[in-house]
């Protein structure tokens, strides 16, 4: 019995069906991965993240990006959805039609229990390889925590952890908030 080939996707025919499918997909190794739909409680604490950083961030040479942005990783061939990431290079002072990233400083993502795997898996190998990424965050939504992994120059990758009353430090982009703000609006003490 021969096994039937799965059909590939190239990168340029990925993004051409990106561009008109009512769903959106993840893109890896040539093949697409449609998202699931996300609880109000992670849409909260994503847009609560978002927001924070765009107020903190304002009059900065950064942008703020949400889930309708996709994020390049060239190395893997891979195209992702992040919750939120924000980039501070010079092409990202002003927002223009462009749909993809590929040089965020700091990347979030909103933990849930259909991709939690492979946003600790899959993402952080992936994320961890772009040469601009200073940090890759994870926040819960069943309970406040925050993950931070920071990179440490040239030797590795510092891994942080906050939780109740601490204030989380997004060293990348020189913010500090609260752990609290992220999750107002929400049911999570």
């Known amino acids: 019995m021969q096994l039937a080939e799965k059909p ?11 561009e008109t499918s009512p769903l959106r997909h993840e893109y890896v190794g040539s093949e697409a ?16 993240a978002a927001s924070l950083l765009l107020a903190r961030l304002a009059g ?13 990783v060239a190395r893997d061939s891979a195209y992702y959805y992040p ?10 002072s002003a927002a223009n039609d462009a749909q993809v990233v590929s040089d965020p400083l700091l990347v979030v993502e909103v933990l849930s229990p259909s ?18 990424l200073q940090e890759y965050a994870l926040i819960s939504q069943d309970t406040q925590q925050v993950e931070i992994y920071r990179r440490q120059g040239d030797i590795g990758w510092l891994y942080i952890t ?11 982009v020189g913010v500090t908030l609260p752990i609290a703000e992220l999750y107002a609006g929400t049911d999570v003490a």
């Open 33 to 48: 991965y449609a998202m699931s739909g996300g609880t109000l409680r992670h849409n909260r604490i994503s847009l609560n």
């Open 83 to 92: 919750d939120v990431m924000v980039a501070c290079a010079e092409q990202a």
């Open 162 to 172: 906050y939780e109740p009353g601490d204030t989380v430090e997004f060293a990348s």
């Open 60 to 72: 900065k040479p950064c942008q703020v990006f949400m889930s309708d942005v996709k994020l390049h």
């Open 115 to 132: 991709t939690e795997a492979t946003d600790r898996r899959e993402k952080l190998h992936a994320y961890r390889r772009l040469p601009a």
């Open 8 to 18: 590939t996707l190239s990168e340029a025919g990925y993004l051409a069906f990106e």
